[in-house]
């Protein structure tokens, strides 16, 4: 079956620097995506990654390995409006978004 | 950027009675639509995926004919929960995609409520 695993819940500080991961079994991959979601609120895109590598977009990076079947996203000077649930998705080979459960951070002034 | 609206944002209905959901895609053409349910401290959960001019395709264990879905133009889909109970009671979310584009564009979500 597809499976995609993240941590449940992570807790961080103001200003620091905090490391979701994400591993994943698809049947096929077609990339791999990080959203942001408030509590409420609908998903927004932070990031997508197909090749291995990191991808660097301000505040946020995202890695990619493929033969690792492993994900993270990284987030800088942690602010406390960072504080969301964190949903690492996979297209599959369907181009099918596989949805993992997400992890909430919460930011500790 | 690419804009999914959503309406309503949120509905209080009595059960027994349809409710229906819409999802635009403001600044672009939608040629695929997903619709989504979450539940509460959940995950997304895939219910259909509808193309346009075409029959929606539902995830295993979505009745469809309870969640009717029609994708009519390339700029609207709708959801229409028919006969609705307390426990179809959630967060109904859609999002578009247009043509090969890898994203997809969230709308900013229903909340459903069954009373």
């Known amino acids: 079956g597809q499976n995609i695993d993240q941590p449940t819940e992570m807790t961080a500080t103001e200003g620091a620097i905090v490391q979701i991961n994400c591993t994943y079994q698809?049947?096929?991959?077609?990339?791999l995506f990080w959203y942001q979601q408030h509590a409420g609120e609908a998903p927004t895109f932070l990031s997508y990654?197909?090749l291995d590598g990191l991808e660097e977009k301000g505040r946020f990076s995202s890695f990619l390995s493929r033969s690792k079947g492993y994900s993270y996203l990284l987030l800088k000077e942690l602010q406390m409006k960072d504080s969301a649930s964190y949903l690492c998705?996979?297209?599959?080979?369907?181009?099918?978004?596989?949805w993992g459960a997400g992890t909430k951070l919460i930011i500790k002034p | 950027g690419a804009v999914v609206s959503q309406h309503p944002s949120r509905v209080i209905c009595k059960s027994g009675t349809s409710v229906k959901i819409e999802c635009r895609s403001l600044d672009f053409q939608a040629t695929t639509m997903f619709w989504y349910r979450q539940f509460p401290k959940k995950s997304l959960m895939l219910m259909a995926t509808s193309n346009e001019g075409s029959k929606a395709t539902y995830e295993q264990g979505v009745e469809k004919d309870k969640f009717l879905i029609n994708h009519a133009s390339l700029t609207l889909s709708t959801l229409t929960v028919t006969s609705a109970h307390p426990e179809d009671s959630s967060f109904y979310i859609c999002?578009?995609?247009?043509?090969?584009?890898?994203?997809?564009?969230f709308g900013p979500g229903t909340r459903l409520t069954v009373t």
């Open positions: 999002s578009a995609r247009e043509g090969a584009d890898y994203e997809q564009y």
């Open positions: 698809t049947s096929g991959f077609n990339g």
């Open positions: 990654n197909v």
């Open positions: 998705a996979v297209m599959d080979s369907n181009y099918q978004l596989i």
